[in-house]
């Protein structure tokens, strides 16, 4: 029998808070971009994004919210602390293994994006190891991936304790990220030739500021500043709305 889909309207009284909740946000996000604005009518012909974002699963660091984008803007993949596994040929498929080859092979982005953050459930799951306690199945195994990063942040912060180390760790997190990348062959040949440039940005939720590493100075260095020093936008201005227009 053949899957058939009931057009009959179910109003969503009666539902739970949360389903009223995002369905009434997915009746706004149908005005703003299918009424307001024709970039439906571009997108259903297919994507052309300008980047990919390899961003961490966390819900409090959405790239697209972050940035401010629109619809087809960015190509997002996003996992347990942003991390890039190394290249191996002929291994089990990795979903970030498989989304990057997409949007470099076949979108051909100009850009990646590994966007890091603080206070990272995944990197303090890495540093407090065993001490951590609980019988995960996979989280473990996923974070063992950002070892080398966990080994950096050690010897540079011999003393430090749990929360500096973790912080110290995240930063070197996003710099393997990035070096991860270039064992990917078909990401290496198109960022020596010019035709893919590659970051690394990192949010922090304590003070509102957007790093970015600086491979030259082999360091960070701040982006976008705090946010009380950046004027606040006029009302009926598009990052007051909380959606900006397509470029």
Excluded at 86 to 107: D, F, I, M, N, Q
Excluded at 135 to 155: C, N, Y
Excluded at 207 to 232: C, I, M, T
Aim: glycine fraction near 10%; charged fraction near 25%; hydrophobic fraction near 40%.
């Amino acid at each position: 029998m053949p899957f058939r889909v009931s057009r009959t309207h179910h109003p969503a009284r009666g539902h739970d808070p949360l389903v009223v909740r995002l369905t009434s946000g997915f009746r706004r996000f149908q005005q703003r971009w299918y009424h307001d604005e024709p970039v439906f009518d571009r997108l259903r012909l297919g994507q052309n994004p300008h980047a990919l974002v390899i961003a961490c699963s966390d819900s409090r660091v959405d790239p697209v919210l972050l940035t401010d984008s629109s619809p087809g803007d960015l190509f997002v993949v996003r996992n347990v602390a942003n991390i890039v596994p190394p290249y191996v040929s002929g291994t089990t498929p990795r979903g970030v293994c498989s989304a990057l080859e997409y949007a470099v092979k076949h979108l051909k982005v100009k850009d990646i994006i590994v966007l890091g953050h603080a206070c990272c459930g995944g990197i303090h799951a890495l540093v407090a190891g065993e001490t951590r306690g609980g019988d995960d199945e996979f989280i473990d195994q996923w974070v063992a991936l950002a070892g080398k990063a966990l080994e950096r942040a050690r010897a540079e912060c011999p003393e430090s304790g749990e929360a500096e180390l973790a912080r110290v760790c995240e930063l070197w997190s996003v710099r393997l990220s990035l070096t991860n990348l270039m064992t990917f062959p078909w990401v290496k040949s198109r960022a020596e030739a010019g035709l893919l440039a590659l970051h690394g940005w990192y949010f922090d939720l304590q003070s509102g500021e957007l790093l970015e590493y600086d491979q030259e100075k082999e360091g960070f260095s701040v982006l976008v500043g705090h946010p009380a020093r950046h004027e606040r936008p006029a009302p009926g201005h598009p990052s007051a709305r909380g959606h900006g227009p397509g470029r």
